[in-house]
């Protein structure tokens, strides 16, 4: 599976919840269901943070590699630790640590201590990243190349922006997203 085959799936995955949001007599405001699904469509690329040639991995130019070469050895480092004697030899970590519910509690846990003690910035670079993935994963004909890294770039930093300012007004996502219905998801962990 690549790049945009995740994000699709990603974002396939929150409207779905928000289908069964409505249908179970909780629709989601539009901003909740296009943040979502965006930030779920960039999410779906987490897993492979173990990969060098990843679509996450080219995201942030060296930094991205840099990261990802990191995520690697930490997840082949692990699997060597915990390796079976019938377990297949590898020579890198790709499809191991990161691909493990212990990975995604890890990078949920971690997003919310950034959107805890960095308040509004902490939520803004997270909404960042996430567009940024999900720029890359959904239209990667068009994010591809290192001049086009600028404008994908901008384009997330300006999103996340005007996103989180809608979110942010009564009614239109913080309201649901931190009250009744939108907790019963939240602790789902969706």
Do not use: N
Not at 22 to 51: E, K, Q
Not at 132 to 148: F, N, T
Request: aromatic fraction near 10%; hydrophobic fraction near 55%; include cysteine.
């Amino acid at each position: 599976m690549m790049g945009p085959a995740h994000s699709l799936s990603g974002a396939a995955a929150w409207l779905g919840v928000g289908a069964a949001a409505a249908a179970f007599g909780y629709p989601m405001p539009w901003p909740v269901l296009l943040v979502g699904s965006l930030v779920c469509a960039g999410a779906a690329l987490a897993p492979d943070l173990d990969h060098k040639a990843a679509t996450i991995s080219r995201a942030f130019g060296p930094v991205s590699r840099w990261i990802c070469e990191i995520v690697d050895k930490l997840s082949y480092a692990v699997y060597k630790a915990t390796r079976k004697p019938g377990d297949a030899r590898r020579t890198g970590g790709h499809r191991t640590l990161t691909h493990t519910w212990l990975w995604a509690v890890l990078i949920g846990v971690g997003s919310s201590a950034v959107a805890i003690t960095c308040g509004r910035w902490g939520v803004l670079a997270i909404l960042f990243v996430h567009l940024v993935l999900a720029i890359e994963g959904l239209l990667w004909r068009a994010a591809r190349g290192s001049s086009s890294d600028v404008l994908v770039w901008l384009l997330a930093a300006t999103s996340a922006w005007i996103l989180a300012g809608m979110l942010d007004k009564p009614g239109q996502g913080a309201a649901w997203l931190f009250s009744d219905p939108g907790q019963a998801y939240m602790w789902l962990g969706l």
